[in-house]
């Protein structure tokens, strides 16, 4: 799975906000908090978030963290 993962970062290669969100995601999948968390927040900055990211199990780890409770107020979104 890591291997997997470590291949389709490297192979998005696009600089859009929705790439930085499938990169969140990816980092979320292999644990990495403080990557997954800065590309969530590049992916929101930029105008894109997934409306399902709360539910997401891969980002449950970090519904309490400050980052990710500032995305969610930024797309008015449930903090909790």
Do not use: C, N, W
């Amino acid at each position: 799975y890591k291997r997997q993962a470590l291949r389709l970062l490297r192979e998005l290669t696009a600089t859009t906000p929705r790439a930085d969100y499938e990169r969140a995601v990816v980092y979320a999948g292999l644990a990495q908090a403080d990557s997954s968390l800065y590309f969530l927040k590049k992916a929101a900055d930029g105008g894109y978030l997934y409306r399902d990211t709360k539910a997401m199990t891969v980002f449950k780890p970090y519904h309490s963290h400050p980052v990710f409770k500032a995305v969610m107020r930024q797309f008015k979104l449930p903090e909790e």
